[in-house]
């Protein structure tokens, strides 16, 4: 069951002003906003995190690029990585409401 997504563009991670393209290779901090949600999750549930770099037909295709959008000419494939380590830490927020 989805609870909830979201998505950004990662050339305006750092804002809408300007545009900045990734590197291949190189790591970036990215934060992924969430739209808030309330689930009761019971002993012995799961909770998943997806990582895509495209959610089509619900949204427009990513063609990786960096070329102008919606004026790709080709697509290229990406790859994604979460890194947990001690110099790329990585979390997800989930605040506890208590049952009281």
Do not use: C
């Not at 002003?17 to 999750?41: D, K």
Request: hydrophobic share 40%; no cysteine; aromatic share 6%.
């Amino acid at each position: 069951m989805n609870l909830v997504d979201s998505v950004i563009r990662t050339r305006y991670r750092n804002g809408w002003e300007r545009e900045e393209l990734m590197e291949p290779g190189r790591v970036y901090a990215v934060e992924i906003r969430l739209q808030p949600t309330s689930n009761l999750f019971a002993a012995g549930h799961r909770i998943r995190l997806d990582v895509s770099s495209s959610n089509f037909p619900r949204l427009d295709v990513n063609p990786n690029t960096g070329e102008s959008l919606g004026r790709h000419t080709h697509m290229v494939k990406a790859i994604n990585a979460v890194y947990v380590d001690r110099e790329r830490v990585s979390h997800v927020v989930l605040p506890i409401i208590p049952a009281e």
